[in-house]
C-alpha cells in the first residue's frame, strides 16, 4: 500500500481507482475490518472508526442498538479532512460503542490481526488498525479513551498517535468517556501520522473543550535530528512480558546511540492508574449512553410500558461488556457509593498528572510500553480484569491528557509486532513527533 505522502501526489483518477483496489483487497483479505465501504467525496480515501459521524452514511458504534442510524451531520475532523484534500472512505469495525481492548465486542464480529489470524488486533480501534497494517486502507482514524488507538497500533505493528486533550474536536465522535476522548490517526508511518494529525487538529467553537492554543504545523517543523531528554519508568517495565522488557532494553539502548539523553524515573503502581480510569469512565459511559433507550436514540423494542421499553430496549440492543460498564458506572454514582469511589478517583487523576509533570521538569519524552504483552489469541480472554490489565501502560496518559505515540520496534519470537509509546508535556506534539520520527529511524523495523 502506498503511504499517506504519496497518496497525496496521485491523480482524481489514480485515487479513484486505488479506491477500487482496496474495496477489492479488504474483501479477499477476511480481516472483517471493514464494515462498510461507504465513501463521501473526492480526494486521499481515510478509513473512519465507526463511532465518527460521516453526515449520510450509517454509524453504529458496532452497537446493535443504533443499527440503520444515519448520521444528519459530519464530525468536525471529517470537515477538516475536506478541507486538506481527505475524504472519508469505509467504516472501521471497532469495540462496541468503544468498550473494549480486542475488538472482539463488536456486534459485526471480530476483526483479525493481519500479523497472525488467529490473534486479536487490539481494541477499541482494532478495525483501523488492522486495516493499515494488513495493507487495505492508506491511513485510518481512530479515538482513544483509555489507549484505543495506542494499543491496537501496537498490536498490529503500525503507528498511533493519541493528541493532547482539546487538541481536536470531538464534536461529532460518539462519546463514550468525555474527559478522556481523543481522536487521532493511525498510519504506516510517523510522518503520515503527522501528516494526517495537521489535517484534523483545530479549534472548534462546536466543542467546548477544545483548546484555542495556536497551532503550528508538525510535519513542516519535523526534526529526527532533534535531541532529546527522555525519561524510562524502570518500575513500569517489570511487569511486562519477557519479550515486552527485552524490546524496552534495545530501544533504549537506540536512543541513546541516537544521541538522546536518558533519565530513569519511578512511577506509581500501575493498579491506581486502572482503578481511577475505570471508575471515571463508566461513569462518564453511564451518563453519555443513557440517550440511547428507543425513544431519544436507537432501535425500540416495545414493552408493556415505558419503563419495560427502556428494560427490553437496551437490554437487548447492548452487549455485554457495555451493560457491564453501565451497571459499574451506576454504581460508582449512586448514593453512599459517589463519595467513597467517583470522588476519590478525581483526587486520583490530578495526583497522575501532578506525576506526570513532575517527570517533566527533567525531561522532554516518556518512553513507556504500551501493552504488557503482544496480541492474545482470538477468544483467550475469558476475565473481563484480564482485559482492563492490557490499557495498564496506556490509561494514565488520557486521565493526565497528554499527547503519545505508539510506534513498532520489534517482534517477538512468533512474529508478533511489539510497540512502544512516546509520551509529551500537553500541547508538546511537535517533540512527540519528532521523538518518535527519531525512534522509527533508530530501531528500523521491518514489516
Known sequence: ???????????????????????????????????????????????????????????????????????????????NLKAKGFSAFGRANMDEFAMGSTTESSYYGVTKNPYGED???????????????????????????????????????????????????????????????????????VEDAAILYDAIASHDTKDST?????????????????????????????????????????????????GHTIVHKNMANTKYDIATYYIVATAEATTNLARYDGIRYGNRVEGDNL???????????????????????????????????????????HLIRDEFNAIFEEADLILSPVAPSVAPKIGSIHDPLEMYKSDMYTIAINLAGLPAISVPVAKDGEGMPIGLQLIGKAFNEQAVFDGALSLEKSVNYTK
Open 1 to 79: 500500500m502506498i503511504t499517506l505522502k504519496e497518496a497525496l501526489t496521485k491523480s482524481k483518477e489514480e485515487l479513484e481507482s486505488l479506491k477500487v483496489e482496496m474495496e477489492q483487497k479488504a474483501k479477499e483479505s477476511g480481516l472483517n475490518a471493514y464494515i462498510d465501504f461507504s465513501t463521501s467525496g473526492e480526494g486521499v480515501p481515510i478509513l473512519i472508526k465507526d463511532n465518527i459521524q460521516v453526515k449520510e452514511w450509517s454509524v453504529t458504534c458496532a452497537s446493535k442498538i443504533l443499527q440503520g442510524y444515519v448520521a444528519p451531520y459530519s464530525a468536525t475532523v471529517i470537515e
Open 119 to 189: 490473534r486479536v488486533p487490539g481494541g477499541s480501534s482494532g478495525g483501523s488498525a488492522a486495516a493499515v497494517a494488513g495493507g487495505i486502507a492508506i491511513a485510518a482514524l481512530g479515538s482513544d479513551t483509555g489507549g484505543s488507538i495506542r494499543q491496537p497500533a501496537a498490536y498490529c505493528g503500525c503507528v498511533g498517535m493519541k493528541p493532547t486533550y482539546g487538541r481536536v474536536s470531538r464534536f461529532g465522535l460518539g462519546a463514550y468517556a468525555s474527559s478522556l476522548d481523543q481522536i487521532g490517526p493511525i498510519t504506516q508511518n
Open 210 to 258: 477544545s483548546s484555542d492554543l495556536p497551532l503550528e504545523s508538525i510535519v513542516e517543523n519535523l526534526n529526527a535530528d532533534r535531541k532529546l531528554t527522555i525519561a524510562v519508568i524502570d518500575n513500569y517495565v517489570s511487569e511486562a512480558s519477557e519479550d515486552i522488557q527485552k524490546a524496552y532494553a534495545d530501544t533504549v539502548k537506540a536512543l541513546e546511540e541516537a
Open 307 to 349: 419503563a419495560d421499553t427502556f428494560l427490553k430496549t437496551r437490554s437487548q440492543g447492548f452487549g455485554e461488556e457495555v451493560q457491564r460498564r453501565i451497571l459499574l458506572g451506576n454504581f460508582v454514582l449512586s448514593s453512599g457509593y459517589y463519595d467513597a469511589y467517583y470522588l476519590k478517583a478525581q483526587k486520583v487523576r
